[in-house]
């Protein structure tokens, strides 16, 4: 019976347009044969940018091979929820469990879409499912968190991007909640220059909208434990 309710989800979890700056590429998922190509281009183009910066990488046994380094990165790890696409996520029934489940200190990187550097921190998220409604296995909302982590975005679009994936797998929920606590490479090592300064977000559904809703302080204060130094 519960084999019934079974559901798969995969393609509907997008929150932006195909081709938009921190979306899926057109054609997604993409063939090895087309990511292969795209390193290719990607390779040259990075070193049209080193002779555009007076690199002489060329001549660098250091430095001799980046461009086609940089390209992999990026395909490869960086941005490669834009090109690999995850694995559909089953849901199952609740059976009756209707307290919150949630999951902490997510390891997350990313890399901010303004600067294209680092983000580091951790993705904490709660759900409650509705009666009769979907849970999933909790690696799953890891997996989440690296299909959008991996393609370039500002924390806030992470957030909601998670939020939204969360949100359709445990289709009849009562409220989902993330949070984001991540420190920004781009505020360490440029402009300002500040170290240790920490980026929190959270975006929240259903019953966590409310501060005086209880899911929401228990939620609060489970990630205030435990929660690997990230206070919020
Ligand atoms: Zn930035």
Known sequence: MAENKRRKNHKD???VQPGFANGVAPGFPL??????????????????????LKC?????????????RVAK????????????????????????????????????TSMCSHHHQTIKGVVHIGYIAGDGGQVIGLSK?????????RRGAI???LTSAIHNAVDKVTEG????IVTVVATHNCVSCRGVKHDGASMVTTKASGVFRHNTNLARKEFFDSIKINNGGHQI
């Open 13 to 15: 979890l997008e929150v």
């Open 31 to 52: 063939k090895q044969s087309e990511k292969d190509k795209m390193i290719d281009q990607a390779e040259e183009a990075y070193g049209k940018f080193l002779d555009a």
């Open 56 to 68: 002489d990488w060329r001549n660098d046994p250091n430095s001799m091979e980046t461009p086609r």
């Open 73 to 108: 990165a990026y395909v490869n790890d960086l941005w490669a929820g834009r090109y690999t696409a995850m694995s559909p996520i089953t849901s199952f029934p609740s059976d009756g469990y209707d307290g919150i489940v949630i999951e902490r200190n997510i390891p997350l």
């Open 141 to 149: 909302l890891n997996r989440i968190v690296e299909l959008f982590g």
């Open 155 to 157: 924390q806030e679009q």
């Open 173 to 176: 929920n009562k409220g989902v």
